[in-house]
């Protein structure tokens, strides 16, 4: 039998989802809310498993996808400051840039602000140019052009946010909605049937998170009642209680004196 030395194996360096886990663990310290700490760790394992996938390839529509997944979901978490100590955690555990994560989702929503409706459409596809953004549109480009893309969920909320805050009026109506996006996956050769499908889960699962709030604020409200009702019939009960020189003659001290 050949000799099988430790040295003579490979050695798989990539990172895997507890070493992810760890890390993150380690830079946020304090804890999370049960409900929020599933919606950090969803995230965390699917940032995870795309920035090991050797196709992958960052981009400022995924950057996007990202931090707007975030900010919607922990909208109302408390305290408000844990926030940033979360999301940079999460960008970190990846070795990655939180503030390039954020720089490039306020870049394309400030695109987003300077074109009028469905003109967000025609700069995707390159038949409209605006000031400032000829890097973004290369990338997009590049997107578009390369048949080894990584599609990704993160990309498709990307998107679908970009669009949302370009044509609002249009998100909110579901024809213009459809065809808007079915016209995004024809511009960017996305799966179509799939870029719908994980939007939709998309929207459900916002729309469950912000039930799940609602139940969880009325139980916390509830309990904070129950709390001061509770300090309120104590504080009532302790004055009730006549202090120590008003001890009434019926009491065992004054019939042991007796």
Not at 25 to 52: A, D, F, K
């Amino acid at each position: 039998m050949g000799d099988m030395s430790l040295t003579s194996l490979p050695v798989n360096n990539v990172r895997t989802v507890s070493d992810t886990k760890r890390a993150f663990y380690n830079l946020h310290t304090r804890p999370i809310h049960s409900i929020y700490r599933r919606v950090v760790e969803e995230l965390m394992v699917e940032m995870h498993l795309l920035l090991v996938n050797a196709d992958f390839r960052y981009d400022p529509i995924y950057a996007f996808g990202v931090v707007s997944t975030f900010d919607r979901f922990m909208q109302g978490y408390q305290p408000d400051a844990d926030k940033d100590s979360i999301f940079n955690a999460l960008c970190k555990a990846m070795e990655c840039d939180p503030q390039q994560y954020q720089r490039d989702a306020n870049r394309l929503k400030d695109v987003a602000s300077r074109l009028p409706d469905k003109e967000i459409l025609a700069w995707l596809s390159q038949s409209n140019s605006l000031e400032g953004t000829e890097d973004l549109r290369q990338q997009v480009q590049t997107i578009a052009n390369n048949p080894n893309f990584k599609y990704s969920r993160l990309f498709a909320i990307g998107l679908f946010n970009l669009l949302e805050q370009a044509s609002p009026e249009i998100v909110k109506d579901e024809a213009q909605r459809n065809d808007a996006l079915k016209q995004i996956c024809a511009i960017l050769n996305l799966p179509e049937e799939k870029f719908q499908k994980d939007l939709d889960l998309y929207r459900s699962n916002l729309e469950k998170l912000i039930q799940a709030r609602i139940v969880l604020d009325d139980i916390l409200k509830a309990d904070r009642k129950k709390r001061e009702e509770r300090a309120q019939a104590k504080g009532t009960a302790s004055a009730s209680v006549p202090p120590a020189d008003e001890t009434p003659s019926g009491s065992w001290e004054h019939g042991r004196e007796a």
